[in-house]
């Protein structure tokens, strides 16, 4: 979906879209702004380069250092890996640049400085997943069989189905933690997603085989939004939901995840086992947020997403001509991410008028 | 001279991608689609999507040797958008291009030799090309007023973002009075509607009719006449869009409330969520509850207003009447904005939340409410005794939502609020092109979300009328009005009510299909009983022709 809309605005003719570029400084104010960008060289011009493979195929290392970072990435071009490439440990290896047909790689390309006018800004930047590993009793990063419920839409989405990353095989026994990284001390808010993923991948789970048993750990089930009841209603009698989230996983000596959490309907703790353990890890604010509030002059709230001018969300940050889309404001599902970004584009037409029409 | 009426000149131009098809032999394939009918040119290139690779068919388009283009390349999910306004910059129709892909659907996706299946792929593409005709694109003008149906929070907002981006709009008004359905149920979440209403009646883009309701809506996107009933009087109104912004309301859910004879007779009360708020405003009120319950969460899995509505006046209660306060509850939904620091605040100060998965028992109980529930918590049976007891309410679309929903042509979802176009995607349109649902009535109470529904719908209604006009393809898809014997299956299976019925120019009645609502989504030329509907690009005969190029290649050997 995302693909999508990257395609759209790469196709759009009043779109310009400049990646790899980073911003570095603002002057000017609500309808004058001028904005300082720097962009890292990428080393395969996504211009010139057609997807046609043949620098994976010489490169030779393992793992490729010259990969489509997927199948239907958008723009469908390769990308240059850092952490793989022989050059970047000093070696002199040119195969890819070589075979390319198209002149699409490029080694000796430098940074690039750019100046740009425009009359309003909107930040997009988004949010991180959060590191499941902050939360170590819960073993992940230690434990193979842990994982956290991006790491499983991955899994889904590569091989099409689940196996357990340990030995492969089919696991008998699922348990989802939800809330992790979410309602705690340090993350004040709900992530809005988790509860919808994590049943959503519990369905998945459930369609690729009907004896696989699955646990919710939760605190408070999100059912609310467009047809989500219904989808839950569905789903309920399939899955065992226990109230509380366990604070600890260990591992068994025959390789097995125990989870230690509270039984409240017996009021005592309780130990289960499972064969996979999914973190429904939420939404975190960007660590790099701080340095794009300087630089622009916004400020951050409490829990560490870009603030408002007023209480309740909007897209109107304390600085004219400056607005917010999306999840760098705070937790949004997808349809609430979307609205707020056509929100966003509402702001700025109120502010600039309508664009004049170029081809029209 | 159309291009109709010219002899088809097919250019073929296949590329190798940098030679990476390997298991492609080229000069083969360019050979066998060279000897396909109407192929006059057949160019061999390794990287067509660059400009170089471009040159020669931009050449061949524009000294008019070229007047079809097939290409056999990648998918033309990456480049097809470039090949067509390679043609359209060369003079040529963009709809006059067909791709074969013979990349991922052929040499990546098999092992081995598969120039037999490169040629079907391209000999399907070539035959279907000879039959391709151009679809024009115009723009048609649109007129740039809008209509706003309800008269509440989110359609006096959704009207004065409309008037700062400078289109007119009259709102209807149910009522005699604007925002008297609403209530306090966008005031209970903080929100001053009476100066939202103030300022919209005193904007002068802003015309509100009150007493007034739809009766008829004809038309499509841009040009839109509605009928309204006003006063006795039907009178009519032209727009290019619809806004339906009719809000929700509550009910006590059902076993939650207790009679009222009870009530009187025991002094003690249960109320709705808006009745308490009226109370809290009420400084005179005598007695103060000593105990106040709060339920929500267990008749409706889809509490959002509910819970906001609850923490905010549990907090009131504790702030302004210092009352015990005990809220029973399955779940809280948290997933709003600033909903966990509510209830963070709430329990800090005071507020005792008892989660409860069965249904409740309340009784009068020596002149109080007594509330009994299972707690889970504690795995026992809890009885709260309360002064006042505020009941679970649950949502539903406004009363006449369903007959405005079949009048505008939007769908009713599971819970019998308006359908969104796509629930992910573009959450605020609907299924009839022009015809937008923010807030309440499309299932969204709580008022951050109202908002940014809000602005969204004022951009998307800006991006598509501020101009003055559209650009549509013309007749794409498109009914032979001799063929049509006016049996309104197309009519009936729109799914954004595209057709009408009209009388065309010999007197006769046909299906129309208006060029600005069609999606063309291609239901009506695929259920035509009479094959009246032509939808350019898949008509039979293009198909017709792929499926006997399969056979005649396989026949080839």
């Given at each position: 979906?995302?693909?999508?809309?990257?395609?759209?605005?790469?196709?759009?003719?009043?779109i310009?879209?400049?990646?790899?570029?980073?911003?570095?400084?603002?002057?000017?104010?609500?309808?004058?702004?001028?904005?300082?960008?720097?962009?890292?060289?990428?080393?395969?011009?996504?211009?010139?380069?057609i997807?046609?493979?043949?620098?994976?195929e010489?490169?030779?290392?393992?793992?490729?250092?010259?990969?489509?970072?997927?199948?239907?990435?958008?723009?469908?071009?390769?990308?240059?890996?850092?952490?793989?490439?022989?050059r970047?440990?000093?070696?002199?290896c040119?195969?890819?640049q070589?075979?390319?047909?198209?002149e699409?790689?490029?080694?000796?390309?430098?940074?690039?400085?750019e100046?740009?006018?425009?009359?309003?800004?909107?930040?997009?930047?988004?949010?991180?997943v959060?590191?499941a590993?902050?939360?170590?009793?819960?073993?992940?990063?230690?434990?193979?069989?842990?994982?956290?419920?991006?790491?499983?839409?991955?899994?889904?989405?590569?091989k099409?189905?689940?196996?357990?990353?340990?030995?492969?095989?089919?696991p008998?026994?699922?348990?989802?933690?939800?809330?992790v990284?979410?309602?705690?001390?340090?993350?004040?808010?709900?992530?809005?997603v988790?509860?919808?993923?994590?049943?959503?991948l519990?369905?998945?789970?459930?369609?690729?085989?009907?004896?696989?048993?699955?646990?919710?750990f939760?605190?408070d089930?999100?059912?609310?939004?467009?047809?989500?009841?219904?989808?839950?209603?569905?789903?309920?009698?399939?899955?065992?939901?226990?109230?509380?989230?366990?604070?600890?996983?260990l591992?068994?000596?025959?390789?097995?995840?125990e989870?230690?959490?509270?039984?409240i309907?017996?009021?005592?703790?309780?130990?289960?086992?499972?064969?996979?353990?999914?973190?429904?890890?939420?939404?975190s604010?960007?660590t790099?947020?701080?340095?794009?509030?300087?630089?622009?002059?916004?400020?951050?709230?409490?829990?560490?997403?870009?603030?408002?001018?007023t209480?309740v969300?909007?897209n109107?940050?304390?600085v004219?001509?400056?607005?917010?889309?999306?999840?760098?404001?705070?937790?949004?599902?997808?349809?609430?991410?979307?609205?707020?970004?056509?929100?966003?584009?509402?702001?700025?037409?109120?502010?600039?008028?309508?664009?004049?029409?170029?081809?029209? | 001279?159309?291009?109709?009426?010219?002899?088809?000149?097919?250019?073929?131009?296949?590329?190798?991608?940098?030679?990476?098809?390997?298991?492609?032999?080229?000069?083969?394939?360019?050979?066998?689609?060279?000897?396909?009918p109407?192929?006059?040119?057949?160019?061999?290139?390794?990287?067509?999507?660059l400009?170089?690779g471009?040159?020669?068919?931009?050449?061949?388009?524009?000294?008019?040797?070229?007047?079809?283009?097939?290409?056999?390349?990648?998918?033309?999910?990456?480049?097809?958008?470039?090949?067509?306004?390679?043609?359209?910059?060369?003079?040529?129709?963009?709809?006059?291009?067909?791709?074969?892909?013979?990349?991922?659907?052929?040499?990546?996706?098999?092992?081995?030799?598969?120039?037999?299946?490169?040629?079907?792929?391209?000999?399907?593409?070539?035959?279907?090309?000879?039959?391709?005709?151009p679809?024009?694109?115009?723009?048609?003008?649109?007129?740039?007023?809008?209509?706003?149906?309800?008269?509440?929070?989110?359609?006096?907002?959704?009207?004065?973002?409309?008037s700062?981006v400078?289109?007119?709009?009259?709102?209807?008004?149910?009522?005699?009075?604007?925002?008297?359905?609403?209530?306090?149920?966008?005031?209970?979440?903080?929100?001053?509607?009476?100066?939202?209403?103030?300022?919209?009646?005193?904007d002068?883009?802003?015309?509100?009719l009150?007493?007034?309701?739809?009766?008829?809506?004809?038309?499509v996107?841009?040009?839109?006449?509605?009928?309204?009933?006003?006063?006795?009087?039907?009178?009519?109104?032209?727009?290019?869009?619809?806004?339906?912004a009719?809000?929700?309301?509550?009910?006590?859910?059902?076993?939650?409330?207790?009679?009222?004879?009870?009530?009187?007779?025991?002094?003690?009360?249960?109320?709705?969520?808006?009745?308490?708020?009226?109370?809290?405003?009420?400084?005179?009120?005598?007695?103060?509850?000593?105990?106040?319950?709060?339920?929500?969460?267990?008749a409706?899995?889809?509490?959002?207003?509910?819970?906001?509505?609850?923490?905010?006046?549990?907090?009131?209660?504790?702030?302004?009447?210092?009352?015990?306060?005990?809220?029973?509850?399955?779940?809280?939904?948290?997933?709003?904005?600033?909903?966990?620091?509510?209830?963070?605040?709430?329990?800090?100060?005071?507020v005792?939340?008892?989660?409860?998965?069965?249904?409740?028992?309340?009784?009068?109980?020596?002149?109080?409410?007594?509330?009994?529930?299972?707690?889970?918590?504690?795995?026992?049976?809890?009885?709260?005794?309360c002064?006042?007891?505020?009941?679970?309410?649950?949502?539903?679309?406004?009363?006449?939502?369903?007959?405005?929903?079949?009048?505008?042509?939007?769908?009713?979802?599971?819970?019998?609020?308006?359908?969104?176009?796509?629930?992910?995607?573009?959450?605020?349109?609907?299924?009839?092109?022009?015809?937008f649902?923010?807030?309440?009535?499309r299932?969204?109470?709580?008022?951050?979300?109202?908002?940014?529904?809000?602005s969204?719908?004022?951009?998307?209604?800006?991006?598509?009328?501020?101009?003055?006009?559209?650009?549509?393809?013309?007749?794409?898809?498109?009914?032979?009005?001799?063929?049509?014997?006016?049996?309104?299956?197309?009519?009936?299976?729109?799914?954004?009510?595209?057709?009408?019925?009209?009388?065309?120019e010999?007197?006769?009645?046909?299906?129309?299909?208006?060029?600005?609502?069609?999606?063309?989504?291609?239901?009506?030329?695929?259920?035509?009983?009479?094959?009246?509907?032509?939808?350019?690009?898949?008509?039979?005969?293009?198909?017709?022709?792929?499926?006997?190029?399969?056979?005649?290649?396989?026949?080839?050997?």
């Amino acid at each position: 979906m995302v693909s999508d809309k990257v395609r759209d605005a790469m196709q759009h003719p009043r779109i310009r879209l400049l990646t790899g570029a980073v911003l570095r400084g603002l002057s000017g104010g609500p309808g004058d702004f001028r904005v300082e960008i720097v962009r890292e060289p990428r080393y395969v011009d996504a211009e010139r380069c057609i997807a046609c493979g043949l620098c994976s195929e010489v490169c030779p290392t393992d793992p490729k250092a010259i990969y489509l970072p997927k199948p239907d990435a958008v723009p469908l071009v390769h990308v240059l890996d850092d952490r793989f490439c022989l050059r970047a440990r000093g070696k002199n290896c040119e195969l890819c640049q070589e075979v390319c047909p198209t002149e699409a790689i490029e080694f000796n390309r430098k940074r690039q400085e750019e100046d740009l006018n425009v009359g309003a800004i909107v930040v997009a930047t988004g949010f991180e997943v959060f590191d499941a590993r902050e939360k170590g009793s819960l073993g992940y990063g230690r434990y193979s069989n842990v994982l956290t419920g991006l790491d499983l839409e991955h899994m889904f989405r590569r091989k099409g189905e689940l196996r357990l990353p340990g030995n492969d095989k089919e696991p008998e026994s699922i348990a989802f933690i939800q809330c992790v990284g979410s309602r705690d001390e340090g993350h004040v808010y709900c992530s809005h997603v988790c509860c919808k993923y994590a049943m959503k991948l519990a369905a998945l789970i459930r369609h690729q085989s009907l004896d696989t048993k699955v646990t919710i750990f939760y605190i408070d089930l999100q059912t609310a939004g467009k047809g989500f009841a219904r989808f839950f209603d569905d789903y309920r009698g399939d899955i065992r939901f226990v109230r509380g989230v366990p604070v600890e996983i260990l591992q068994t000596a025959s390789g097995e995840l125990e989870v230690k959490f509270e039984d409240i309907s017996q009021g005592k703790v309780c130990r289960d086992t499972f064969d996979l353990v999914v973190l429904s890890v939420g939404i975190s604010p960007r660590t790099d947020s701080w340095d794009l509030a300087r630089i622009l002059g916004i400020d951050m709230a409490d829990d560490g997403f870009f603030d408002t001018a007023t209480s309740v969300g909007s897209n109107d940050t304390g600085v004219g001509g400056i607005f917010l889309a999306g999840t760098c404001q705070g937790p949004k599902d997808i349809a609430d991410s979307v609205a707020h970004g056509i929100g966003a584009a509402s702001r700025v037409m109120e502010l600039l008028g309508m664009p004049v029409q170029a081809d029209g | 001279m159309s291009v109709n009426d010219m002899e088809v000149r097919t250019g073929v131009f296949i590329c190798n991608c940098g030679q990476s098809m390997k298991n492609i032999d080229f000069d083969a394939l360019a050979k066998k689609a060279a000897s396909v009918p109407g192929v006059i040119s057949v160019t061999l290139s390794s990287d067509l999507c660059l400009d170089e690779g471009m040159k020669r068919m931009i050449s061949l388009i524009r000294d008019g040797s070229v007047n079809r283009v097939v290409i056999a390349a990648c998918s033309p999910d990456s480049k097809e958008h470039i090949f067509r306004h390679v043609l359209e910059t060369a003079g040529l129709n963009g709809n006059l291009l067909s791709v074969a892909n013979i990349r991922e659907q052929c040499a990546w996706a098999h092992k081995g030799d598969v120039t037999g299946k490169a040629e079907e792929l391209v000999r399907m593409a070539a035959d279907r090309a000879r039959l391709l005709r151009p679809v024009e694109r115009r723009e048609l003008p649109v007129n740039p007023d809008v209509l706003v149906v309800g008269g509440g929070f989110s359609a006096l907002s959704t009207a004065l973002g409309l008037s700062a981006v400078g289109l007119r709009t009259t709102v209807l008004e149910r009522e005699a009075i604007p925002g008297t359905g609403t209530g306090d149920k966008e005031n209970l979440q903080g929100f001053d509607v009476g100066s939202v209403i103030a300022a919209a009646e005193r904007d002068a883009n802003i015309d509100i009719l009150t007493s007034a309701r739809i009766v008829a809506v004809e038309g499509v996107l841009g040009d839109y006449t509605v009928t309204i009933s006003k006063d006795g009087a039907e009178i009519s109104r032209r727009c290019g869009a619809i806004v339906l912004a009719t809000g929700f309301r509550t009910q006590l859910a059902p076993g939650s409330d207790m009679p009222i004879d009870d009530q009187v007779a025991s002094g003690a009360r249960v109320v709705s969520q808006e009745q308490l708020v009226c109370m809290l405003n009420n400084s005179v009120l005598d007695a103060r509850p000593r105990t106040v319950g709060f339920v929500f969460d267990l008749a409706d899995d889809s509490s959002r207003y509910t819970t906001l509505a609850t923490l905010n006046n549990a907090l009131a209660v504790r702030a302004r009447w210092g009352s015990e306060v005990y809220v029973i509850c399955r779940d809280v939904k948290v997933d709003s904005e600033g909903a966990e620091r509510m209830y963070q605040s709430a329990r800090e100060c005071g507020v005792v939340f008892l989660k409860c998965d069965s249904a409740l028992k309340i009784a009068v109980d020596n002149g109080r409410i007594a509330v009994e529930a299972r707690d889970v918590f504690l795995g026992e049976d809890i009885v709260v005794s309360c002064d006042l007891l505020v009941a679970e309410e649950l949502p539903f679309a406004a009363d006449g939502a369903e007959v405005l929903g079949s009048l505008s042509g939007v769908r009713m979802d599971s819970r019998g609020f308006y359908q969104d176009e796509n629930v992910h995607l573009y959450p605020v349109g609907s299924d009839r092109k022009g015809v937008f649902c923010v807030g309440g009535c499309r299932g969204n109470p709580d008022i951050v979300r109202v908002l940014a529904d809000v602005s969204s719908v004022v951009a998307s209604i800006c991006g598509l009328l501020s101009p003055g006009h559209i650009e549509a393809d013309i007749e794409k898809v498109k009914v032979d009005p001799q063929k049509c014997v006016a049996c309104l299956t197309c009519i009936r299976v729109c799914p954004h009510s595209a057709i009408q019925l009209m009388r065309v120019e010999d007197g006769k009645d046909a299906a129309v299909i208006s060029d600005l609502a069609c999606d063309a989504c291609g239901v009506c030329a695929a259920i035509c009983p009479a094959k009246a509907i032509e939808f350019e690009g898949y008509r039979d005969d293009e198909i017709a022709a792929q499926l006997e190029a399969i056979g005649e290649a396989c026949m080839g050997g």
